[in-house]
Each structure stands twice: as structure tokens, then as C-alpha cells.
């Protein structure tokens, strides 16, 4: 049994050319060769990035909840005050100054002190 290219190729050998010479079989082959090589360097591409993603998305949710538990653990001087009738926790901040900071907050975005809910007021340093 002779076999030759259009017998194990799926292209007849009328299309592929002969060995010196760079038909449209040729071409064929040679483009779709490359086509694919790019496509599965593109799926493992996105399959490494997902996997690092989790790997890091895990890393920084451990570092997150461990910085809220100290964030949370710290002994910061506040109070619990009443201003304009509403509850306020002030961290660092007198009763004065707090008072200040909502009027300009009111006052710039343009609504009334009565429809804003302040939950607390830190200074920052």
C-alpha cells in the first residue's frame, strides 16, 4: 500500500502542492495550525488567571476580616451624643465641631438636616 499526502491529509492532492512550492493547501494547513495554537494559548491564559484570581481573592478576604477584627478591637475615645435630635457617635470630635460638620453638609448638598442621618463622625487626622 503507497501512502501519500491526500491519503492522510483531509485535503485531496490536487489542493496540497508539491514539496517546493506553497499552494492554498499549504496555506490551509498552516493558518488553521496557527489559529488553533492561539486559541489554546488563549483558554490556558484565562484559566490561569481565574485560578490566580481565586488564589489571591482568598489571600485579601483572610487579610480583610483580620484587619476589621483589630479595626474593631481598638480602645478610640467616643461618645454617643444627641444633636438635632438624632443619635451621633463622635470619635474624636467635640459636640461643637460635629454640629459644624453637618451644617456644611446640609448646607452643601442642599437637604435638610432633618432628612439626613448621620451614624457617627471621626476625625481624621
Not at 109 to 121: A, E, G, N, V, Y
Amino acid at each position: 500500500m503507497n501512502l501519500t499526502i491526500g491519503t492522510l491529509s483531509l485535503f485531496p492532492e490536487e489542493i496540497i502542492s508539491k514539496p517546493g512550492e506553497f499552494g492554498i493547501g499549504n496555506a490551509l494547513i498552516v493558518s488553521l495550525t496557527g489559529i488553533l495554537v492561539v486559541l489554546a494559548e488563549l483558554a490556558i491564559l484565562a484559566l490561569c488567571i481565574t485560578v490566580i484570581g481565586k488564589v489571591i481573592g482568598k489571600i485579601t478576604k483572610k487579610k480583610t476580616v483580620t484587619q476589621d477584627v483589630v479595626k474593631t478591637n481598638n480602645d478610640e475615645p467616643s461618645s454617643v451624643t444627641t444633636i438635632g435630635g438624632r443619635k451621633v457617635k463622635l470619635i474624636d470630635v467635640d459636640e461643637k465641631t460635629a454640629a459644624m460638620v453637618m451644617a456644611l453638609v446640609a448646607h452643601e448638598t442642599q437637604i435638610p438636616l432633618d432628612k439626613l442621618d448621620f451614624k457617627s463622625i471621626k476625625k481624621v487626622d
